[in-house]
């Protein structure tokens, strides 16, 4: 069983920063993908970023591109998505989710972490 566990959340100005992280544990595969969505109120969850098992590759969804940046640290299977420049319709509950390769549906999901952008 793997678990995903975010950190981080919390409310900020428009303007500021914020940092998630996410920590994975239990049985992740040797090539754990890991990624970033978000729903906000009255809407469906939509994809914010991913990144590579190997961490040589990120992808962005247009809206997040330029201010949010997705790293990893695989010696302690976490994580970060750290956001810049956050505006109003950045509010949402954050999910960090996790697949067993590059490719496919992500299958493992987290709890989610609540980020309040205030204008």
């Known amino acids: 069983q793997v678990q995903l566990v975010e950190s981080g959340g919390g409310l900020v100005q428009a303007g500021g920063s914020l940092r998630l992280s996410c920590a994975a544990s239990g049985r992740t595969s040797s090539r754990y993908s890991m990624g970033w969505f978000r729903q906000a109120p009255g809407k469906e969850r939509e994809f914010v970023s991913t990144i590579s098992w190997s961490g040589d590759k990120t992808y962005y969804a247009d809206s997040v591109k330029g201010r949010f940046t997705i790293s990893r640290d695989n010696a302690k299977n976490t994580v970060y998505l750290q956001m810049n420049s956050l505006k109003p319709e950045d509010t949402a509950v954050y999910y960090c989710?996790?697949?067993?390769?590059?490719?496919?549906?992500?299958?493992?999901w987290g709890q989610g972490t609540q980020v309040t952008v205030s204008s």
């Open positions: 989710a996790g697949r067993n390769s590059d490719y496919g549906s992500f299958v493992h």
